[in-house]
């Protein structure tokens, strides 16, 4: 019986994607260009084929879903978000830093420990901050740039090194890290003693090699994708300091062009893709982790009162987001309001589920 069930279910999706391909065959009433600028390995990925294939589905053939992987329709944030106000671009995803030119507010994702795991960052992104946000993008981007959702684009970012354990905030004293060029990633560097130094990601490698840098801020599926224990990077401290948000773009006048059983269909699909995002990089984390290790990587999980050493010597960067930041005080508060929302919520579900 379990078989046949199987069987059948293994049918069922099958012909779930199958439908789905056989719909789009017909022309569709509205057609929604969407662009990643990663590759098919990539959560963001997951998410887009996860969403094409839901909204294609549902909407029965009236929205076609063109997935461009790569920099075929534009390479930077900048553009690419340009291209979405235009309207050459429907969907676009990014990550704080790829959209912080257009939406400085949005690196409030990139504060040190205000979320404390997946349950609570997922539980606050799939709720009214993630709508505080979009509604700052519209207002700023004259109406034209729309945020659909919030997912992940590669787990948590955590400190690595090449010379030593990091345990304390005093470990990282007078290490190189890493940053990319933006304020935010380097003021937080600075307040844990360490000295940012910005590369590009291209040079990453090379510059572990030769000392240019000897540590950065990064998630272990990255970390393991470019081979950086190869050029001498062997430390990692899982102290978790930011979720890596994705953010999901779509152009307002498109989706709005809609009427409003299909806009629901995009939403629903937006939904979809976030909890693929949300999975994605637990999964492939797995492997990550257990490939460093094997490799001699050193993997530290900090104590309790190691963890809040950390928050405390980042905390400076709080008040520096809220007074450099143009709608820095008006972010931070939504996000830390939703996260002890979330805190408090998922304490009373844990008090049910324990007794």
Not at 14 to 43: K, V
Not at 159 to 172: E, G, I, L
Request: with cysteine; charged share 20%; glycine share 10%.
């Amino acid at each position: 019986m379990n078989k046949l069930i199987n069987t059948l279910g293994a049918a069922a999706l099958g012909f779930g994607l199958l439908a789905s391909s056989a719909i789009t065959a017909y022309a569709a009433d509205f057609t929604i260009r969407a662009t990643a600028n990663s590759n098919e390995n990539d959560e963001d990925y997951d998410g887009l084929v996860v969403f094409k294939n839901y909204v294609e589905a549902a909407s029965n053939g009236k929205v076609a879903v063109e997935l461009f992987i790569g920099t075929q329709l534009c390479s930077k944030g900048a553009e690419c978000l340009q291209g979405v106000a235009d309207g050459t671009i429907d969907v676009y995803i990014s990550t704080s830093g790829g959209a912080a030119g257009a939406f400085p507010y949005v690196q409030v994702l990139d504060l040190p420990y205000l979320m404390s795991s997946d349950r609570i960052a997922e539980e606050v992104l799939k709720g009214d901050f993630t709508r505080k946000v979009r509604e700052m993008a519209l207002a700023d981007s004259g109406n034209k740039i729309r945020l659909m959702t919030i997912g992940n684009t590669g787990g948590w970012r955590n400190f690595a090194n090449t010379k030593r354990r990091v345990q304390n905030p005093s470990d990282m004293e007078g290490l190189k890290i890493r940053t990319v060029v933006a304020d935010l990633p380097q003021e937080l560097v600075k307040a844990l003693g360490a000295a940012p130094t910005p590369i590009p990601w291209p040079e990453l490698f090379t510059s572990f090699q030769t000392g240019v840098v000897e540590g950065s801020k990064n998630g272990i599926t990255d970390i393991m994708g470019m081979k950086f224990p190869d050029a001498g990077l062997q430390y990692v401290t899982l102290d978790g300091h930011a979720y890596m948000g994705a953010l999901w773009w779509m152009g307002n006048d498109k989706f709005m062009s809609m009427p409003e059983d299909l806009r629901q269909v995009v939403v629903d699909g937006f939904s979809a893709l976030q909890q693929a995002t949300f999975a994605s990089p637990k999964r492939k984390s797995i492997a990550a982790y257990e490939a460093f290790v094997a490799g001699g990587g050193d993997l530290y999980v900090p104590t309790p009162e190691e963890k809040a050493a950390f928050k405390e010597a980042a905390a400076p960067v709080y008040d520096w987001f809220k007074t450099n930041i143009k709608g820095g005080t008006e972010v931070f508060d939504a996000l830390t309001t939703a996260v002890a929302e979330a805190e408090a919520d998922i304490k009373a579900a844990n008090m049910k589920d324990l007794n």
